[in-house]
């Protein structure tokens, strides 16, 4: 369903994001009111988190029919079921006869979306079953195929499930681009989920997601994480997608087992066996893959300066059933990281919230990755329309490694090798 945002001349003119638009040398981070105004957040739920793919779930959260999951997305919330011939629906979760909410979180259906109010029943395509007494006193202005449900667009790809409320903004393959081609030989879609947590942080989603997206802090934040994800051992893992990317070869060089405790997955190729794949998918998730499990980070925006984050954790089908004193060594491993994570992106919430100092300048070397996050969200908050996003280019068009002082990976991903 489109949804036409109100328009903001001050966030949404090209003028208010000229540090943005330069080029990554020249460029500094956003305004702190990005992170901590009000009025910025009420419009960046409707320009950014009511038009992108948002994640919004592991596509195992609803992979039966009858099962039906509520998210929120921006300020509006959806329900999202399978029909039995295995179709994803996506709906506002609002009834067609007075708006009462359909469901108030996730249920089991059987065949019926049921509103709790009048009893009107939907099929899980949508559309309009039963209406109880209502025809009492025929209405001949009535008909049933005009009254289903209100759909929304959602679609899964690997491990996750994404919604998006506006028509005009492109299929997900494309907002994703190369991003299924780099990560083809994991199998994503096959990977199960092993455990999954919710917590409160206190600071703005794009801290979160931006914290994920450098390793300038890493040697300092993560001094434990820094001895199998070195520094030196970062390469860049960006093509033609709404993502920002980077990757670690090798994963370990033995200093800790924390992420090897775990058997691989089947079938990798070279450079994925000993590689660990780092993505953020633009707006809100983000997708640490390594040889042999999955950890997920999925935000959801509650204020400027409150985000509900849910983790997962998967493991490859190949694995099979593994004991908890196997499966919890990687397990705590990531949730004592991010413990650090969630104290640093807090400390700089408070920061932009109690200092407001302008944005300085961003690392060319450490934060192309944040350089290109930025110009995603200026374009979405300075855009009419999504159709024409302009997908940001690969790494390899006008960045190349030896400009950002990356060095070369010396086992790249398939994709990266040259041709000829």
């Not at 209100?150 to 998006?164: E, S």
């Not at 775990?262 to 998730?285: E, H, M, T």
Request: charged share 25%.
């Amino acid at each position: 369903m489109a949804h036409t945002p109100t328009p903001d001349t001050k966030w949404t003119s090209d003028a208010r994001w000229t540090g943005t638009r330069a080029p990554l040398a020249e460029s500094t981070g956003l305004d702190p009111a990005a992170y901590t105004d009000e009025a910025f957040f009420d419009l960046e739920q409707q320009r950014v988190f009511e038009r992108a793919w948002v994640c919004v779930g592991i596509a195992a959260d609803v992979a039966e029919p009858g099962r039906l999951i509520t998210r929120k997305v921006g300020n509006r919330s959806i329900i999202i079921t399978r029909e039995n011939n295995g179709t994803l629906r996506g709906f506002l979760n609002s009834c067609r006869h007075r708006g009462t909410e359909l469901a108030s979180g996730d249920c089991d259906i059987a065949n019926t979306i049921r509103c709790p109010y009048h009893r009107w029943g939907y099929g899980l395509d949508g559309q309009l079953m039963s209406t109880p007494l209502f025809d009492e006193v025929p209405r001949t202005d009535f008909d049933k195929a005009d009254h289903g449900l209100f759909p929304v667009r959602v679609d899964t790809w690997g491990v996750l499930l994404f919604a998006c409320l506006d028509d005009q903004t492109p299929p997900l393959l494309d907002w994703l681009g190369d991003l299924p081609e780099r990560m083809g030989g994991y199998d994503l879609e096959q990977w199960v989920k092993r455990d999954e947590g919710d917590l409160g942080i206190a600071a703005n989603w794009k801290l979160i997601t931006e914290n994920f997206q450098e390793y300038y802090h890493l040697s300092w934040v993560h001094p434990e994480l820094a001895k199998v994800s070195k520094v030196a051992d970062h390469y860049r893992y960006q093509g033609a997608g709404m993502y920002c990317g980077q990757t670690t070869t090798p994963v370990s060089r033995d200093d800790r087992e924390d992420w090897l405790a775990l058997p691989p997955a089947d079938g990798l190729d070279d450079s994925d066996q000993v590689s660990a794949r780092f993505a953020a998918i633009f707006p809100n998730v983000m997708l640490s893959v390594l040889p042999n499990h999955v950890w997920v980070m999925r935000l959801d925006p509650e204020a400027p300066g409150q985000t509900t984050e849910t983790w997962t954790l998967l493991l490859p089908p190949s694995t099979g059933e593994v004991g908890d004193h196997v499966a919890d060594v990687t397990l705590k491993f990531w949730l004592d990281v991010n413990t650090e994570d969630v104290d640093i992106v807090e400390r700089g919430q408070r920061g932009l919230t109690t200092g407001a100092v302008a944005a300085g300048p961003l690392s060319p070397r450490f934060e192309e990755p944040l350089h290109r996050f930025h110009n995603m969200l200026a374009d979405h908050f300075t855009l009419d329309s999504l159709a024409d996003i302009p997908v940001p280019a690969g790494d390899r068009v006008g960045n190349t490694e030896d400009e950002f002082g990356a060095g070369t990976n010396p086992i790249p991903a398939a994709i990266d090798r040259p041709t000829g």
